[in-house]
């Protein structure tokens, strides 16, 4: 199993502005994942983060937007940019370790 | 390309009573379907997979799920429900194949809110 660690829990943000998410794993694993799960919808993978390459993004998310970083094999970051209402929303990280998907427990994005 | 459907969005049951949260699946390849649940401002915890071993798969706090290929379903139950099994239930699908990696690529169903009465 994995044990996810995701900073900030919770965050209030001004139109425009820019947020940057933490994943911490307490152990090396290749393949992170970043989702969204907007106000009463299911979860949507944003992109995947492989560390040492580019992050691969979904259909309808783009790296100007939502730039990761992969420093190592313990930890990422989403960054949501010139966010607007519309990003206010869920952000979770996720990682693939035994043939299985563990979650943080989430950030939650309001968006003024 | 693979799809989930959970067909009852809102769930309520007595203490005590069967719980069954329904969930359909679309395909092209052979996929692995899992579980998980999400409490209130928690993370999502897996309750249970299938990868095509056994097709009746046990997770835990008492759930089950069976892989029923022919009626493209993958059902949670669990026989008798608790207080603390309130929460919101997701069924995924992930295909391999679709993915390009180890891992697939996820696709959640809507969600189902399952409400425990006393």
């Known amino acids: 199993s994995a044990v996810i660690s995701q900073k900030p829990s919770r965050d209030i943000c001004q139109r425009g502005t820019s947020l940057t998410i933490q994943c911490q794993v307490d152990?090396?694993?290749?393949?992170m994942f970043w989702y969204r799960q907007q106000p009463g919808q299911s979860l949507t993978l944003i992109a995947t983060?492989?560390?040492?390459?580019?992050?691969?993004?979904e259909s309808g998310f783009v790296i100007d937007k939502f730039p990761i970083s992969r420093p190592n094999l313990t930890f990422s970051t989403l960054t949501v940019s010139n966010m607007s209402p519309e990003d206010s929303s869920i952000y979770l990280c996720?990682?693939?370790?035994?043939?299985?998907?563990?979650f943080g427990a989430g950030t939650r994005l309001s968006v003024l | 390309a693979q799809s989930v459907t959970q067909l009852d969005s809102h769930v309520s049951v007595s203490e005590g009573t069967p719980v069954l949260l329904r969930c359909n699946y679309s395909?092209?390849?052979?996929?692995?379907l899992f579980w998980y649940v999400q409490h209130p401002n928690k993370g999502l915890q897996l309750l249970l997979k299938?990868?095509?071993?056994?097709?009746l798969v046990k997770g835990i706090n008492g759930f089950e799920a069976e892989f029923k290929k022919s009626e493209t379903s993958f059902h949670l139950t669990k026989p008798s429900a608790h207080m603390s099994d309130a929460a919101e239930y997701f069924c995924?699908?992930?295909?391999?194949?679709?993915?390009?990696?180890?891992?697939?690529?996820?696709?959640f169903g809507q969600g189902t809110i399952l409400t425990v009465h006393p």
């Open positions: 996720s990682v693939g370790a035994g043939g299985i998907q563990y």
């Open positions: 152990s090396q694993v290749t393949m």
């Open positions: 983060a492989n560390q040492g390459s580019e992050a691969t993004y």
């Open positions: 395909s092209s390849y052979s996929p692995s």
């Open positions: 299938y990868t095509s071993a056994a097709t």
């Open positions: 995924v699908v992930s295909d391999p194949n679709a993915g390009g990696t180890s891992y697939g690529k996820l696709t």
